[in-house]
């Protein structure tokens, strides 16, 4: 299926993936009533999941006393949240993403040969990862909507409405509307993808530029390698601050979404429903690794690509050249994505912590609920 990817075809393929979030931003060339039309569709997937979120509130307090039924709520109603989240950052943001999306479709459109060849080199070691793991995500989301069939429970969360739901149409129209608003989250999680997307885009302009220093031979072409470098590196900058909110919810949410999730696995539930929150588990693991990797990659691109200069022929040039090129070495601050007091620096090492804490977190819950029932 990805054998045949392009870069074109990995923008494509992003866009559609997230589509019912409404953070892939219209084109400025967008007519009025193109405008109009993306955000009455954005207002409406708002209404959609916001909703759900208080009956899933309303559900949190009915299960008070239920932990495992209240752990099911919770995450279910984290994940709404998280729509509610990420579709207003986005939208404050529209504007950041637009500027970021058209500025990749033109260098992806005119792209020189060498840098095509970075670019498709990406795509063939990234597509098949992103692009599994974005269907997987909507599998996941499908297996819980239609899993319910097989269950007691007539809807695909436990959500609890102040009013009489077990009659036709009212079953029929929530059951629709929990299912559509399922399918925005999974839409929600894979915007993992569009940020993978841009991080990666970034990585492979930096790569592009150590190629280029190499084949420095004068002054002129270093200095015009040095402003280069300053342009992708605020490019670079201006993709952490888009996406800087979405790591942040994603970390705190796919956190408390693991511990809850395990808390539902190895309760008294049904075995349909532990390969429910089983899926939803081994998602929000991925959903932060899809972030984190290009992140890290983009954090030790950024930070050598000053050395494509010193891997450079620079030696057999003349004397000024030398000591331009031994001026540009001196060590420059890598880009990364970073959230002040609670994500230090995003990259594989914080990942490993962050699975270590999680899993030490839900121990000392799990430790818990076994000692209310030793009492009980």
């Given at each position: 299926?990805?054998?045949?990817?392009t870069p074109e075809k990995a923008i494509t393929f992003t866009r559609f993936s997230v589509a019912l979030?409404?953070?892939?931003?219209?084109?400025?060339?967008?007519?009025?009533?193109?405008?109009?039309?993306?955000?009455?569709?954005?207002?409406?997937?708002?209404?959609?999941?916001?909703?759900?979120?208080?009956?899933?509130?309303?559900?949190?307090?009915?299960?008070?006393?239920?932990?495992?039924?209240?752990?099911?709520?919770?995450?279910?109603?984290?994940?709404?949240?998280?729509?509610?989240?990420?579709?207003?950052?986005?939208?404050?943001?529209?504007?950041?993403?637009?500027?970021?999306?058209?500025?990749?479709?033109?260098?992806?459109?005119?792209?020189?040969?060498?840098?095509?060849?970075?670019?498709?080199?990406?795509?063939?070691?990234?597509?098949?990862?992103?692009?599994?793991?974005?269907?997987?995500?909507?599998?996941?989301?499908?297996?819980?909507?239609?899993?319910?069939?097989?269950?007691?429970?007539?809807?695909?969360?436990?959500?609890?409405?102040?009013?009489?739901?077990?009659?036709?149409?009212?079953?029929?129209?929530?059951?629709?509307?929990?299912?559509?608003?399922?399918?925005?989250?999974?839409?929600?999680?894979?915007?993992?993808?569009?940020?993978?997307?841009?991080?990666?885009?970034?990585?492979?302009?930096?790569?592009?530029?150590?190629?280029?220093?190499?084949?420095?031979?004068?002054v002129a072409s270093l200095i015009i390698c040095i402003k280069k470098y300053h342009k992708v590196k605020?490019?670079?900058?201006?993709?952490?601050?888009?996406?800087?909110?979405?790591?942040?919810?994603?970390?705190?949410?796919?956190?408390?979404?693991?511990?809850?999730?395990?808390?539902?696995?190895?309760?008294?539930?049904?075995?349909?429903?532990?390969?429910?929150?089983?899926?939803?588990?081994?998602?929000?693991?991925?959903?932060?690794?899809?972030?984190?990797?290009?992140?890290?990659?983009?954090?030790?691109?950024?930070?050598?690509?000053?050395?494509?200069?010193?891997?450079?022929?620079?030696?057999?040039?003349?004397?000024?050249?030398?000591?331009?090129?031994?001026?540009?070495?001196?060590?420059?601050?890598?880009?990364?994505?970073?959230?002040?007091?609670?994500?230090?620096?995003?990259?594989?090492?914080?990942?490993?912590?962050?699975?270590?804490?999680?899993?030490?977190?839900?121990?000392?819950?799990?430790?818990?609920?076994?000692?209310?029932?030793?009492?009980?």
């Open positions: 299926m990805f054998r045949n990817a979030t409404c953070c892939w931003p219209l084109q400025t060339s967008a007519t009025k009533n193109e405008v109009l039309r993306f955000k009455i569709f954005r207002f409406a997937m708002l209404l959609n999941a916001f909703m759900l979120l208080g009956p899933m509130l309303y559900a949190m307090h009915v299960y008070r006393d239920d932990g495992e039924n209240m752990c099911k709520a919770a995450l279910l109603g984290l994940a709404v949240l998280q729509v509610l989240v990420q579709t207003s950052s986005c939208m404050l943001q529209h504007d950041r993403y637009q500027y970021l999306i058209k500025e990749m479709t033109y260098c992806c459109e005119k792209a020189r040969s060498y840098e095509r060849r970075v670019f498709q080199r990406y795509v063939d070691k990234y597509s098949a990862f992103y692009g599994i793991s974005a269907i997987w995500i909507y599998v996941t989301a499908s297996i819980v909507v239609v899993g319910t069939l097989f269950l007691t429970d007539p809807f695909p969360t436990n959500a609890k409405y102040p009013f009489a739901v077990n009659f036709e149409p009212v079953r029929s129209i929530i059951f629709v509307h929990q299912a559509l608003v399922g399918m925005q989250c999974a839409a929600h999680a894979s915007i993992a993808v569009l940020c993978a997307l841009l991080l990666l885009f970034s990585a492979a302009r930096f790569e592009i530029l150590r190629l280029e220093l190499r084949a420095v031979t004068d605020r490019y670079a900058k201006e993709v952490v601050c888009a996406i800087r909110s979405i790591a942040l919810m994603t970390v705190i949410i796919c956190g408390v979404s693991v511990v809850f999730s395990g808390i539902t696995i190895i309760g008294r539930q049904p075995f349909t429903v532990k390969i429910q929150f089983l899926s939803l588990a081994s998602i929000a693991l991925l959903k932060v690794f899809m972030c984190t990797w290009p992140a890290d990659h983009l954090m030790h691109m950024s930070e050598n690509v000053i050395q494509g200069a010193y891997e450079s022929e620079w030696y057999k040039h003349s004397l000024r050249v030398q000591k331009y090129v031994l001026f540009t070495l001196a060590p420059q601050a890598p880009v990364v994505l970073s959230v002040k007091c609670i994500i230090p620096i995003l990259s594989l090492n914080y990942y490993c912590s962050f699975i270590s804490n999680v899993f030490s977190l839900f121990t000392v819950l799990r430790i818990a609920m076994v000692r209310d029932e030793d009492d009980y």
